[in-house]
C-alpha cells in the first residue's frame, strides 16, 4: 500500500526532526535566519535559535504587499445583528493606529497587557498590535469575575489593562466594567493605564486617570506603528490554562515557535487557505480564539468569523443562519455546542443552505459518538466530514487530528485521531513509565518539544518543570489518560486523575459520559468516581435530560441499563443524580473534579472560571439529598 502523506510527514519528523521544520518553517518571514532550530535539555527549550521575526506581519504586512490587501480579513458578528469587517489593508491600518497608541502610552517590547473584551474586533487589534511591538498581551475571558481577573493581572505583571463595558450575551448587556474596578481595587498590581471600551448607549464616562478607546487612539495619531523585529524565542502572549484543576497556570507561547506550529496545522489538519471564510465559534479568551479565530486564519490568508454572542440566539437557528449568510467553508466548534444544539433536532438547519461548508472542527472535550453521529448523520447527512480533534492551551495547536488537509483517514468516532507529525507521542504507565501496549490505557506523554509547545510558565518555571515534566522525567506530561488502538488511533478517557477504578478495572469519566448518551432522553451527563469499601470505587453519575423529559424511578433504571450494556457489569453506578445544568469552564469543559468534591463531601475549591456557579449548587443539593435518604 502506497504511503499517505500523513504516514510520510510522520516518518520524516521521526527521522530527522531539525530538518522536517527546518524545510516547514522556511516559508514563513524570518527577518534573520535561525543558528540551530531546536536546543533541548527538558523541561528547557528553545526553537529557530537566533532567528527575528514577527507575528503580524506574518498574519498582516506580508499578504499586504503580496497583493492581497482588499481580500477580506476579519468579519466581526454580534448575535443582535450588529456586524464590521475589514480587508487586510484596513486591519492593518486599525492594527498600525493601536500599536502606535500603545507606543505613545510607554508599552514597549516585554511590557504585560491584560486584555479583558468581549471578541471583537477593538480585542483582537490590540493582541495583534500588541504582538507588532513586543508587548505581551494576557487575554482574559470576558465575563470572569473580579477574583479571577484582579490574579491574573497580578500574575502576568500587566502595566495596562483594555476593557469594554459589557458584551452582549442573550439579548442583554453583560457589564464588564464593574468587574475590573473591583478586581483592581485589591490592589497589589502594577498597572498604570486602564482603557475602557465605551459600547453601550448609557455607557458611564470614564473615570480620572482612565482613557476611552476614542481618546487611546489620539494618542497615537502620527505616531509609530511600524513592527519589531523580534527574537523567536520572545515572548508573543501569557495565556491561563482553562480551569478544570484548581489553579490556573499561565502558559507562554513566543513567536518563532507558536507561528511556526501554528502554520503546520493549519495547512495540515485544517487545510486554511486564501479561499477560506473560517469560523472558529470559541472565545478570544481560550487557546483555540488565539489560534484559530486570531493569528491562524490570518497566517493563511483566510477570512475569520469572530462571532460575539451565543449561538443559539436569537434562536436556535443561529449558527446555521450564518453559515449559510457568510458562506462559511470551515466550521470549529465545542463538544458542548453540539450537544446543546443537539436538544433541538435536525430540522433548524434543515432551512439553511449549508452547501458552502467543507469540513467542521470539534475540539475541548471528547466529541461522544452519540452528537458526532447526530451531527454528522442527521444534519450533515455525511457530505462534509466531522472531525474530532485533541489539544491544551499548553500545546497551543492539535497533537491528534484526522488531517483534512493532508488526505483524510478514516473517522472513528469518539478516537482524537492520530498523532500528528512531530508530535513523538506515547502511552506510558504511571506509575513504571514503560511505555503500553495498543488497547491499555495509561498517561499520554510527548517525549520530544514540539515548536508551538508552551516553553515555560509565566513567573513560575519551577511548576512547569514539576507539573509537565517531572512524572515521567524527560517527557511532558499531558495529564491525559488515553490509548492508542491498533491503528495508532487515540481514545481519551478523561484525565488521568479522574478515571474512575472499580474492582481494579479502569473506566474513563468520558466513556462513562458516553454511554449515558446513547438513552434518548440523555442531553449531557457528567461523571466521577465515589469511594466504595467495596469495590474501591464505583461511578456517580450527574444527568441533564432533554427539554420535556421528567424524572422518574423508571428512567434511572433506565440510564443504569443502558450504561451497563453499553459499557458491561464492571460499570457500577453507585448514584445516578438528575440536574439542570454542569459545572462547566466557561470554554466548556465539564469540571469533574467539581463534581467528585461534591460527592465526597469536601470543599470544590476555586470555581472562578466556571461557567455556571448555580451548577454547583445544583450538584451539592442532589448529591446531599441522596446522602440524607441513605443515612
Given at each position: 500500500?502506497?504511503?499517505?502523506?500523513?504516514?510520510?510527514?510522520?516518518?520524516?519528523?521521526?527521522?530527522?526532526?531539525?530538518?522536517?521544520?527546518?524545510?516547514?518553517?522556511?516559508?514563513?518571514?524570518?527577518?534573520?535566519?535561525?543558528?540551530?532550530?531546536?536546543?533541548?535539555?527538558?523541561?528547557?527549550?528553545?526553537?529557530?535559535?537566533?532567528?527575528?521575526?514577527?507575528?503580524?506581519?506574518?498574519?498582516?504586512?506580508?499578504?499586504?504587499?503580496?497583493?492581497?490587501?482588499?481580500?477580506?480579513?476579519?468579519?466581526?458578528?454580534?448575535?443582535?445583528?450588529?456586524?464590521?469587517?475589514?480587508?487586510?489593508?484596513?486591519?492593518?491600518?486599525?492594527?498600525?493606529?493601536?500599536?502606535?497608541?500603545?507606543?505613545?502610552?510607554?508599552?514597549?517590547?516585554?511590557?504585560?497587557?491584560?486584555?479583558?473584551?468581549?471578541?471583537?474586533?477593538?480585542?483582537?487589534?490590540?493582541?495583534?498590535?500588541?504582538?507588532?511591538?513586543?508587548?505581551?498581551?494576557?487575554?482574559?475571558?470576558?465575563?470572569?469575575?473580579?477574583?479571577?481577573?484582579?490574579?491574573?493581572?497580578?500574575?502576568?505583571?500587566?502595566?495596562?489593562?483594555?476593557?469594554?463595558?459589557?458584551?452582549?450575551?442573550?439579548?442583554?448587556?453583560?457589564?464588564?466594567?464593574?468587574?475590573?474596578?473591583?478586581?483592581?481595587?485589591?490592589?497589589?498590581?502594577?498597572?498604570?493605564?486602564v482603557i475602557v471600551q465605551r459600547r453601550e448607549p448609557d455607557a458611564a464616562p470614564v473615570a480620572a486617570g482612565e482613557l476611552d478607546w476614542e481618546a487611546f487612539l489620539?494618542?497615537?495619531?502620527?505616531?509609530?506603528?511600524?513592527?519589531?523585529?523580534?527574537?523567536?524565542?520572545?515572548?508573543?502572549?501569557?495565556?491561563?490554562?482553562?480551569?478544570?484543576?484548581?489553579?490556573?497556570?499561565?502558559?507562554?507561547?513566543?513567536?518563532?515557535?507558536?507561528?511556526?506550529?501554528?502554520?503546520?496545522?493549519?495547512?495540515?489538519?485544517?487545510?486554511?487557505?486564501?479561499?477560506?471564510?473560517?469560523?472558529?465559534?470559541?472565545?478570544?479568551?481560550?487557546?483555540?480564539?488565539?489560534?484559530?479565530?486570531?493569528?491562524?486564519?490570518?497566517?493563511?490568508?483566510?477570512?475569520?468569523?469572530?462571532?460575539?454572542?451565543?449561538?443559539?440566539?436569537?434562536?436556535?437557528?443561529?449558527?446555521?443562519?450564518?453559515?449559510?449568510?457568510?458562506?462559511?467553508?470551515?466550521?470549529?466548534?465545542?463538544?458542548?455546542?453540539?450537544?446543546?444544539?443537539?436538544?433541538?433536532?435536525?430540522?433548524?438547519?434543515?432551512?439553511?443552505?449549508?452547501?458552502?461548508?467543507?469540513?467542521?472542527?470539534?475540539?475541548?472535550?471528547?466529541?461522544?459518538?452519540?452528537?458526532?453521529?447526530?451531527?454528522?448523520?442527521?444534519?450533515?447527512?455525511?457530505?462534509?466530514?466531522?472531525?474530532?480533534?485533541?489539544?491544551?492551551?499548553?500545546?497551543?495547536?492539535?497533537?491528534?487530528?484526522?488531517?483534512?488537509?493532508?488526505?483524510?483517514?478514516?473517522?472513528?468516532?469518539?478516537?482524537?485521531?492520530?498523532?500528528?507529525?512531530?508530535?513523538?507521542?506515547?502511552?506510558?504507565?504511571?506509575?513504571?513509565?514503560?511505555?503500553?501496549?495498543?488497547?491499555?490505557?495509561?498517561?499520554?506523554?510527548?517525549?520530544?518539544?514540539?515548536?508551538?509547545?508552551?516553553?515555560?510558565?509565566?513567573?513560575?518555571?519551577?511548576?512547569?518543570?514539576?507539573?509537565?515534566?517531572?512524572?515521567?522525567?524527560?517527557?511532558?506530561?499531558?495529564?491525559?489518560?488515553?490509548?492508542?488502538?491498533?491503528?495508532?488511533?487515540?481514545?481519551?478517557?478523561?484525565?488521568?486523575?479522574?478515571?474512575?477504578?472499580?474492582?481494579?478495572?479502569?473506566?474513563?469519566?468520558?466513556?462513562?459520559?458516553?454511554?449515558?448518551?446513547?438513552?434518548?432522553?440523555?442531553?449531557?451527563?457528567?461523571?466521577?468516581?465515589?469511594?466504595?469499601?467495596?469495590?474501591?470505587?464505583?461511578?456517580?453519575?450527574?444527568?441533564?435530560?432533554?427539554?420535556?423529559?421528567?424524572?422518574?424511578?423508571?428512567?434511572?433504571?433506565?440510564?443504569?441499563?443502558?450504561?451497563?450494556?453499553?459499557?458491561?457489569?464492571?460499570?457500577?453506578?453507585?448514584?445516578?443524580?438528575?440536574?439542570?445544568?454542569?459545572?462547566?469552564?466557561?470554554?466548556?469543559?465539564?469540571?469533574?473534579?467539581?463534581?467528585?468534591?461534591?460527592?465526597?463531601?469536601?470543599?470544590?475549591?476555586?470555581?472562578?472560571?466556571?461557567?455556571?456557579?448555580?451548577?454547583?449548587?445544583?450538584?451539592?443539593?442532589?448529591?446531599?439529598?441522596?446522602?440524607?435518604?441513605?443515612?
Amino acid at each position: 500500500m502506497a504511503e499517505s502523506e500523513l504516514e510520510r510527514l510522520r516518518r520524516e519528523a521521526r527521522d530527522d526532526p531539525d530538518g522536517f521544520w527546518a524545510r516547514e518553517a522556511a516559508d514563513l518571514p524570518w527577518f534573520t535566519p535561525w543558528r540551530r532550530v531546536l536546543e533541548s535539555t527538558p523541561p528547557t527549550f528553545a526553537w529557530f535559535r537566533g532567528a527575528t521575526t514577527n507575528v503580524t506581519y506574518a498574519c498582516l504586512d506580508r499578504h499586504v504587499e503580496a497583493g492581497r490587501g482588499d481580500a477580506a480579513a476579519l468579519v466581526w458578528l454580534r448575535e443582535d445583528g450588529a456586524e464590521r469587517r475589514l480587508t487586510y489593508r484596513e486591519l492593518l491600518h486599525e492594527v498600525e493606529r493601536v500599536a502606535a497608541s500603545l507606543r505613545a502610552l510607554g508599552i514597549g517590547k516585554g511590557d504585560r497587557v491584560t486584555v479583558s473584551m468581549p471578541v471583537s474586533v477593538e480585542a483582537v487589534c490590540v493582541m495583534l498590535a500588541c504582538a507588532r511591538i513586543g508587548a505581551i498581551h494576557s487575554v482574559v475571558f470576558a465575563g470572569f469575575g473580579a477574583g479571577a481577573l484582579g490574579q491574573r493581572i497580578r500574575l502576568s505583571g500587566s502595566k495596562a489593562v483594555f476593557v469594554a463595558d459589557a458584551t452582549r450575551r442573550r439579548g442583554a448587556a453583560v457589564p464588564l466594567k464593574g468587574i475590573l474596578d473591583e478586581a483592581l481595587a485589591e490592589g497589589d498590581h502594577q498597572v498604570e493605564h486602564v482603557i475602557v471600551q465605551r459600547r453601550e448607549p448609557d455607557a458611564a464616562p470614564v473615570a480620572a486617570g482612565e482613557l476611552d478607546w476614542e481618546a487611546f487612539l489620539a494618542l497615537g495619531a502620527g505616531g509609530d506603528g511600524t513592527f519589531e523585529a523580534v527574537d523567536a524565542m520572545d515572548p508573543l502572549f501569557i495565556l491561563a490554562t482553562s480551569g478544570t484543576t484548581a489553579t490556573p497556570k499561565l502558559a507562554v507561547h513566543v513567536h518563532g515557535g507558536y507561528m511556526a506550529g501554528l502554520d503546520a496545522m493549519g495547512r495540515w489538519v485544517y487545510g486554511l487557505g486564501p479561499d477560506d471564510v473560517w469560523w472558529s465559534t470559541s472565545d478570544i479568551g481560550w487557546i483555540v480564539g488565539h489560534s484559530y479565530i486570531v493569528y491562524g486564519p490570518l497566517l493563511a490568508g483566510a477570512t475569520s468569523i469572530a462571532y460575539e454572542g451565543s449561538l443559539d440566539f436569537p434562536d436556535v437557528e443561529q449558527l446555521w443562519r450564518i453559515i449559510d449568510r457568510e458562506r462559511v467553508t470551515g466550521l470549529f466548534t465545542a463538544p458542548t455546542a453540539v450537544r446543546m444544539l443537539m436538544q433541538h433536532g435536525a430540522d433548524p438547519a434543515r432551512g439553511h443552505d449549508l452547501s458552502s461548508l467543507t469540513r467542521v472542527f470539534c475540539a475541548g472535550e471528547t466529541l461522544n459518538p452519540p452528537a458526532w453521529e447526530w451531527l454528522q448523520r442527521d444534519v450533515l447527512a455525511d457530505r462534509v466530514p466531522v472531525i474530532d480533534h485533541m489539544w491544551q492551551t499548553e500545546t497551543g495547536v492539535p497533537l491528534f487530528a484526522n488531517p483534512w488537509g493532508l488526505g483524510l483517514e478514516e473517522i472513528r468516532p469518539g478516537s482524537a485521531g492520530l498523532p500528528m507529525p512531530g508530535w513523538d507521542a506515547a502511552i506510558v504507565d504511571p506509575q513504571t513509565h514503560a511505555e503500553l501496549p495498543p488497547g491499555e490505557t495509561g498517561m499520554m506523554v510527548v517525549r520530544r518539544p514540539f515548536p508551538s509547545l508552551t516553553p515555560t510558565l509565566w513567573g513560575d518555571p519551577e511548576r512547569w518543570a514539576r507539573d509537565y515534566w517531572a512524572r515521567v522525567p524527560g517527557c511532558y506530561t499531558s495529564g491525559d489518560a488515553c490509548r492508542f488502538d491498533a491503528e495508532g488511533y487515540a481514545w481519551f478517557s478523561g484525565r488521568a486523575d479522574e478515571v474512575v477504578k472499580i474492582a481494579a478495572h479502569r473506566i474513563g469519566t468520558v466513556e462513562v459520559e458516553t454511554a449515558f448518551l446513547h438513552h434518548p432522553a440523555v442531553a449531557e451527563a457528567g461523571a466521577t468516581g465515589r469511594p466504595d469499601e467495596l469495590r474501591g470505587e464505583v461511578i456517580a453519575a450527574f444527568v441533564v435530560l432533554k427539554p420535556g423529559v421528567e424524572p422518574s424511578p423508571d428512567l434511572e433504571r433506565e440510564l443504569r441499563a443502558t450504561v451497563r450494556d453499553v459499557l458491561g457489569p464492571v460499570a457500577v453506578i453507585g448514584e445516578v443524580h438528575i440536574v439542570s445544568s454542569l459545572p462547566k469552564t466557561r470554554s466548556g469543559k465539564i469540571m469533574r473534579r467539581v463534581l467528585r468534591a461534591v460527592v465526597t463531601g469536601v470543599d470544590v475549591g476555586d470555581v472562578s472560571t466556571i461557567e455556571n456557579e448555580g451548577s454547583v449548587e445544583d450538584a451539592r443539593a442532589a448529591a446531599e439529598a441522596l446522602r440524607r435518604e441513605t443515612d
